[in-house]
């Protein structure tokens, strides 16, 4: 079910407060970061080209926000899913043909 359109767009308060520092450092040529716990706020136009540290559950994946992310969540661009890999066997070399 989508969020009703009269209540607008839902981004956590931390997220806000963060960035307003944030612009402040920017002023001051300081390193910035922005941390984000909520993946489900959703991405704003005020956070286009900012990086943003978005936690999976287990680290922190580092997204520039860019234009086209506009209007949907945090969370769709750091994977929860870990992909996995499976062992290669080693087959032992054959001597045939060789002698």
Not at 67 to 85: D, L, Q, V
């Amino acid at each position: 079910m989508t969020r009703s359109i009269w209540k607008g767009p839902f981004v956590d308060i931390s997220i806000k407060r963060n960035l307003d520092t944030v612009k402040n450092k920017m002023q001051k040529k300081v390193d910035h970061q922005v941390f984000v716990w909520s993946r489900r706020s959703m991405i704003l136009p005020d956070f286009c080209g900012q990086p943003f540290h978005i936690y999976n559950g287990k680290k922190f994946i580092i997204c520039k926000v860019s234009e086209y992310m506009i209007g949907h969540k945090f969370g769709e661009f750091s994977s929860t899913r870990k992909i996995p890999a499976h062992k290669q066997k080693n087959y032992p070399k054959s001597s045939k043909g060789k002698r």
